[in-house]
């Protein structure tokens, strides 16, 4: 299935249409080309939320991905609106921060060796113990929408995140994200 690529302008997001691809002026809706596989991690190892933004935050610097607001910025956010949804059967935290820290649009998908605990999106007080992040570096206001529609829906398909977890290699976790169904239904 091709992406759908809505366009402002190519150039300055970074973006090169393929043949097939679909595109309009106008919002940019984000597709798998913004799950990076050089920012896929596996097994983390660390003991709470800060830990993930730290080490994280770290490659994503270290490659060009954010600039340097991002972990202050990221950590403020998540302090005042946690980002972990109750999702069944895993609970799964999608952090984000302003756009003002990200350089290039992506989405990071870490498994955590451990679960820690991470505040609830629809509840800050209720804590839930989460291995999944699907860190989200978006430029545009509203540019996730889409995206984070069509994330909800695979995250709710049990046999998607059972083979998020049946991963062994961080390629064989992004093959397992990219094998996502590319629909918000």
């Known amino acids: 299935m091709n992406n759908r690529i809505l366009v402002k302008d190519a150039r300055t997001v970074g973006l090169r249409p393929k043949a097939g691809d679909e595109c309009e002026v106008g919002l940019l809706v984000l597709g798998k080309e913004t799950i990076m596989r050089e920012l896929t991690a596996i097994d983390l190892d660390v003991e709470s939320y800060e830990q993930v933004f730290d080490t994280m935050g770290a490659r994503f610097r270290k490659l060009g991905y954010v600039n340097d607001t991002y972990l ?12 972990a949804l109750p999702v069944e059967p895993y609970p799964i935290a999608i952090p ?5 820290a990200i350089i290039h649009p992506f989405i990071a998908p870490v498994r955590l060796r451990e679960s820690v605990k991470w505040g609830d999106m629809s509840n800050p007080d209720n804590m839930f113990d989460v ?12 540019e996730h929408i ?5 994330l ?11 083979g998020l977890f049946a991963a062994t290699t961080e390629d064989e976790l992004y093959d397992a994200v990219i094998s996502m169904e590319w629909r918000s239904e």
């Open 72 to 83: 202050p910025s990221i950590k403020k956010r998540e302090a005042q609106y946690p980002t």
């Open 96 to 100: 984000h921060t302003e756009a003002t």
């Open 146 to 150: 889409e995206l984070l529609q069509i």
């Open 131 to 142: 291995r999944l992040v699907f860190m989200l570096g978006f430029k545009d206001p509203g």
């Open 152 to 162: 909800m829906y695979n995250f709710q398909k049990p046999e998607w995140v059972d």
